[in-house]
């Protein structure tokens, strides 16, 4: 399939999908076990500090591995994600650590985690259309693209314990499917030369 003049691959979407899907719970995985190993050697408490930086980085790294087939993409969209989707959670931590958690932003966790990933897909998106504007005049619209998809993804990750982990690998499949179609819905509208 051709899109904008660019060589998108057949199963695109598949990939895609099944690449972040792994990479999401991946990057949660690797976040507590650089918490525990790295960041509790320096900070004796138990945080989260770097999970948004972990799972960012981790879904920034999928996406860019199934991006650079199709058009030229640098290290700066695994960056972007990283820093997009872990600075709202860092400064979350950090004012729960210092304040409490009775100081919560709202009293319903999966709201706070919903508008915590919005706020992470904004930046997200915002970081990343550096590199999407050259290829479409849609480029704008990655950062809503990408609001509804990590919010609605960070929320699936606070539904339960006991379905805790089905719904946060849910996560990952709503996050590769929503970011999945809109950039393929943004690769058909090149920008005017």
Known sequence: ????????????????????S????????LAI????????LFYPEETNLIVGLVIGGA??????????KTF?????????????????IILVVIWFE??????????????NRVLIGALGGMLVGLLQIIILKPLSNKALWWIVINILA???????????????????????????????????WLLKFPLEK
């Open 1 to 20: 399939m051709k899109i904008n003049n660019l060589n998108i691959k057949e199963n695109f979407l598949g990939k895609w999908i099944l690449a972040i």
């Open 22 to 29: 792994i990479a999401w719970p991946v990057g949660g995985i």
């Open 33 to 40: 076990i650089l918490s525990y190993a790295v960041v509790n």
């Open 59 to 68: 879904v920034g790294f999928a996406q860019w591995f199934i991006l650079k």
């Open 72 to 88: 030229k993409v640098n290290g700066w969209w695994i960056v972007a994600s990283a820093i997009g989707f872990g600075l709202p």
């Open 98 to 111: 210092m304040l409490g958690h009775e100081s919560g932003l709202i009293e319903n966790e999966i709201l």
């Open 150 to 184: 990590w919010g609605i993804s960070s929320g699936l990750t606070g539904i339960g314990p006991v379905n805790g982990m089905l719904f946060s690998l849910l996560g990952g499949v709503v996050l590769g499917a929503i970011t999945g179609v809109g950039i393929l």
